[in-house]
Nanobody, 129 residues
Framework: QLHLVESGGGLVQPGGSLRLSCAASGFTPDYYAIGWFRQAPGKEREGVSCISSTGGSTNYADSVKGRFTIPRDNAKNTVYLEMNSLKPEDTAVYYC??????????????????????WGQGTQVTVSS
């Protein structure tokens, strides 16, 4: 059974950094792309970033380009979301999810939730002074 657990969220001041982790179990993550999504109160879920199974393709939403990166370590069954220069508008619950398809290639833009299946429970990120 696919199982994802996010961690690393918290309260950070504007301009600060956080690293979120998405730990996978119950499956071989090498076969799947991983997407990060976020949902702020009263807003729709937004695709943030995607990394393919091999790490060969990635994408980022325009709102986070140049500030966020998405490394993965298949040996540790973990994908990270490294967030720098955080802004109050980055405040949201952040989720990771696996692609529905094996060897999914991330599109050039941002991840679409319809392409992703198993989801973690989310981790809260709050950017505030």
């Amino acid at each position: 059974q696919l199982h994802l657990v996010e961690s690393g969220g918290g309260l950070v001041q504007p301009g600060g950094s956080l690293r979120l982790s998405c730990a996978a179990s119950g499956f071989t993550p090498d076969y799947y792309a991983i997407g990060w999504f976020r949902q702020a109160p009263g807003k729709e879920r937004e695709g943030v970033s995607c990394i393919s199974s091999t790490g060969g393709s990635t994408n980022y939403a325009d709102s986070v380009k140049g500030r966020f990166t998405i490394p993965r370590d298949n040996a540790k069954n973990t994908v990270y979301l490294e967030m720098n220069s955080l802004k109050p508008e980055d405040t949201a619950v952040y989720y990771c999810a696996t692609s529905v398809s094996y060897y999914y290639t991330c599109n050039p833009y941002s991840p679409q939730s319809t392409d992703f299946g198993s989801w973690g429970q989310g981790t809260q990120v709050t950017v505030s002074s």
